[in-house]
Structure formats: structure tokens, C-alpha cells
């Protein structure tokens, strides 16, 4: 049988997405366009605990493919990145509908002047660190339970103006509106109740540290308007966060975050600490993440993971990980990993 693979957008913001990209591939094929490939790619192979509903063996995690670059003498930049891990013959995507080509950025950024700068298009939200901390450079496998709670899908679709001062002191800023993660407008297979609409700000402000350290704090404030049965219903999604990484001058690094704020009107807080020694080629690591959804009924999450990665140039990584935590619904799990990262092109 001959299966068909599809490009998958946001379903919500389908049509912001088409534009993002559109005026991206307009640009890339400007003069004076200076774009380069590059990509990732993290296999796996898990072993989960019975008690979970997840099929222990290989996967592709990751599989990025990124054109991005300089496209005129203003110094736009623009990006454009795809993931094709969901290609892969893994036996939870058996079905052919789910093996697609999953859109993970479209946008492009303008300067004006030095210090500030305007981006468009369908991006990482920039809030706190760990939501724009690229995964190809994070030690362990995934992001904390708070983070993609908070922000599932990573991604929305907007307009955003950013403010680098030249002065190392002064703060960074980051304000923007948007519609939304693009996940909120998945539908819940349970109850079936998925959001019609969405609407977000979010603000940051962060000051940068030595070795590429920062410390900040974010708020976001969304309203959403979800489909409950037949009613539709507002609900409140907003978050604080404070953030802290700081990587020492002999490789010890420390990053923290707290969260606080609701998830469709229910008050939720999370926060992690996670420790790295990346001063040779074996780089031990630890996290220890929180996560309290405020739903009757559930426990508190709590999650361990620890780690060493062996990273004997910048273009490759095998990492060792042990992951054991309490769900939400009281449950003790243990997981353990296998991950093999290459890169590839780039300057």
C-alpha cells in the first residue's frame, strides 16, 4: 500500500502558520539571501515500566531539518524547521495519518537599529529559559512537567518586539501577542472538548550572565475559549516565572525555574533544579522537578532524573538516563534511556 506523507500544521493557527511561512520562503528567495542547512537528530531506545502505557524500544525522538540565515543587508533573519521523527515505523504510529512532516518554526525577525528587533511568524514562546534552551544542547531527554504543562507544544503563532540592549548590564526584553500554543486546540480524546479560540500576551525580562548565563522573571496572560459538550466556556491561562541559569568558570552550571499561575482556571505551580558538570567529555547531570496541577483528586508530581552524556566532539552524544517518578495520579514509574545525538550541517 502506498502511504502518503503529510506536512502537519497547528490546527488552530493554520492560517497565521501558511502566512509565516509563505512570506519565509518569499525572503529565502530574495538576493543576498546567505541561508544554511542544518538539523539534528536523537534516536532512542526506552525501557519503560509495565505499569505504563508506552511500548518500550527504539524511536526518533527528534529529527530536525533547519534553512535559516541572514536574508538581506538590513540583517533579517529567517528560519525555517521541520521535525520528521514522526516518520518513523514506532509501533504507537502504526497509523499511517500520524506519520507526517510537523512544522516547528516559520518565522522571520527584522532589525531596527542595534538593539530592538520585531519577529512574526510561528515560533517558541519566549518565556523564561527552558522553553527557548534548544534541546540539541539540553542534557536530558525532555523538557520538566511544568514547562510543557504550562506551555504544551512549545510553539505559537505571533508577533513579538524584542529589545537587546548593547550594554551587558541592562536588561533584555521580549513583549508580544499571539493566539495561543497551537496544542490548546487539540481535542481531548476522552471528553472531547477542544478551544475555539485563544488569545495571549506575553512579556519577559532577563539579564544576561557570564558564559551565556541568564536570570529573569516572565508572565504570560491568555484567555480561552474552550468547547465543554455544547457550551462554550472561558477559561483563564496565565503563569509567572522566575528563572536562574548560571554556569560557573570550571564547567559546574546551575539552572532553576518556578512557575505559578492557572491552567484553564485551575491554579498550578511547578519548579525544577538541575545540576551539569560539562568541563570534559563525560558530563554527569541531575534534575529534580515539581509539579502540582491543582485538580481534586491529584497528587503532587514529582520526578528524578539522572544522567552522564559522553560527548566526545560537538557533533555527536550518547547519554545515559534514568528517570523515576510519581504521576499525578500516585503512580511510581521508572524509565530508563539510551540516546544517540548526531549534527549535522551548519557553518
Known amino acids: 500500500m502506498l502511504e502518503v506523507c503529510t506536512l502537519s500544521l497547528p490546527k488552530r493557527s493554520l492560517g497565521p502558520a501558511l502566512v509565516g511561512l509563505g512570506l519565509a520562503w518569499w525572503l529565502v528567495s530574495a538576493a543576498g539571501a546567505e541561508m544554511v542547512f542544518s538539523g539534528y537528530t536523537q534516536a532512542r531506545f526506552n525501557l519503560f515500566d509495565q505499569g505504563l502505557d508506552k511500548p518500550s524500544g527504539f524511536d526518533l525522538a527528534r529529527v530536525r531539518l533547519k534553512y535559516a540565515g541572514t536574508i538581506n543587508d538590513r540583517g ?105 500554543m497551537d496544542r490548546w486546540g487539540d481535542k481531548d480524546p476522552k471528553t472531547g472538548d477542544q478551544d475555539q479560540e485563544a488569545r495571549a500576551w506575553t512579556a519577559r525580562v532577563q539579564w544576561r550572565l557570564p558564559r551565556a548565563g541568564a536570570a529573569g522573571v516572565s508572565y504570560t496572560a491568555a484567555r480561552r475559549e474552550r468547547k465543554v459538550g455544547e457550551v462554550r466556556r472561558d477559561f483563564d491561562q496565565n503563569c509567572f516565572g522566575v528563572h536562574l541559569r548560571y554556569n560557573g568558570a570550571k564547567g559546574l552550571s546551575l539552572q532553576t525555574e518556578y512557575y505559578a499561575g492557572e491552567i484553564l482556571s485551575a491554579r498550578s505551580k511547578g519548579w525544577y533544579g538541575q545540576v551539569e558538570y560539562t568541563a570534559t567529555t563525560l558530563k554527569p547531570f541531575y534534575r529534580y522537578d515539581v509539579f502540582d496541577d491543582g485538580v481534586a483528586g491529584h497528587q503532587t508530581y514529582r520526578r528524578h532524573t539522572v544522567g552522564e552524556a559522553l560527548e566526545p566532539d560537538r557533533s555527536e552524544r550518547f547519554t545515559l538516563q534514568v528517570e523515576r517518578y510519581e504521576d499525578l495520579k500516585g503512580g511510581t514509574f521508572t524509565n530508563y534511556g539510551v540516546q544517540y545525538q548526531f549534527v549535522y550541517g551548519g557553518k
Do not use: C
Not at 520528521?84 to 499511517?96: F, G, M, N, T, Y
Open 76 to 180: 533579517t533573519l529567517a528560519t525555517l524547521q521541520v521535525d520528521l521523527a514522526k516518520l518513523d515505523d514506532r509501533q504507537d504510529d502504526k497509523d499511517p495519518r500520524n506519520r507526517r512532516v510537523t512544522l516547528t518554526d516559520a518565522w522571520v525577525q527584522h532589525p531596527f537599529g542595534q538593539e530592538w528587533s520585531a519577529r512574526m511568524g510561528y515560533a517558541i514562546v519566549p518565556f523564561g529559559f527552558e522553553e527557548e534552551y534548544s534541546n540539541a544542547k539540553s542534557l536530558t531527554f525532555d523538557r520538566t512537567k511544568a514547562a510543557t504543562s504550562f506551555f504544551p507544544g512549545e510553539r505559537e503563532t505571533g508577533l513579538y518586539l524584542f529589545y537587546r540592549p548593547q550594554s551587558k548590564n541592562s536588561p533584555e526584553v521580549a513583549v508580544g501577542y499571539s493566539s495561543g
